[in-house]
């Protein structure tokens, strides 16, 4: 597959370079440790998650990625790190369980999938701004998961905990975040109706809020959102 690796090379060139550009910045006052341990595994993810789609190998990268916590309909809560995997046969999404009971050459009941139709909810486990983890919660649907992602005046939904990518490395402050378009269901601006994330659909709700609207064409949607739906919280006293 000459193009896949070369395709592979190329993005991991890119993700080093990255990586070392933001080394340096981290050495400025004001850089937190946590951050640059935060995104650089973010970047690594990435990486791995495009890996992942050119070669399909789920059992490779079984006990990597996103932490979860599902909830089976029969009532049994599983803790599990894994990649939003998608069958393609059925056209839904997976994720799998490593049961460590069982040897590795035992592969049938070592590595467990397990689809939305086999849950009641599911839980995908973020490490905020701050460093902390938080859970995320959501419910299955017929191909996959929907999980709220970002909850406020506006509501973001995504397919999986995997929502946001590094897209900048500005000098002396910490890096830009911003959606990753795929992962995105959709927004809702309070209990209204579910819509396509767009640039014109933000700008629709944020409409109002000067700096929300700044944010829009300077910071990109997450930055955008993430202030209306502070500046909703501070007009609320909360």
Not at 15 to 21: F, K, R, V
Not at 33 to 58: D, I, K, S, V
Not at 131 to 144: M, R
Not at 165 to 174: C, I, Q, R
């Amino acid at each position: 597959m000459p193009n896949a690796r070369s395709t592979i090379l190329f993005f991991t060139i890119i993700i080093l370079s990255g990586l070392s550009a933001y080394n340096a910045y981290a050495q400025y006052p004001g850089m937190a440790a946590f951050r640059a341990q935060q995104n650089q595994q973010l970047m690594t993810q990435q990486m791995q998650l495009m890996q992942m789609n050119m070669y399909g190998n789920w059992r490779k990268n079984a006990g990597q990625g996103q932490g979860y916590i599902v909830t089976l309909k029969d009532g049994q809560r599983k803790t599990i790190k894994s990649y939003m995997f998608l069958d393609t046969v059925l056209h839904k999404n997976f994720l799998v369980f490593v049961d460590k009971k069982f040897p590795k050459a035992d592969s049938a009941h070592r590595f467990q999938k397990i689809y939305p139709d086999q849950t009641s909810n599911i839980a995908a486990l973020v490490t905020d701004a701050q460093g902390n983890e938080e859970a995320k919660y959501g419910l299955p649907s017929d191909s996959g998961w929907t999980v709220k992602v970002m909850t406020g005046a506006i509501n973001i939904y995504a397919k999986s905990g995997n929502y946001l990518k590094v897209v900048s490395f500005p000098a002396f402050s910490a890096p830009k975040m911003g959606f990753v378009d795929a992962e995105i269901i959709g927004i809702q601006l309070n209990d209204g109706p579910i819509e396509k994330l767009s640039k014109e659909n933000v700008l629709k709700i944020v409409t109002g809020n000067a700096k929300a609207t700044e944010y829009v064409e300077k910071k990109g949607l997450y930055e955008a959102v993430k202030r209306y739906n502070n500046d909703a919280e501070k007009a609320a006293g909360r």
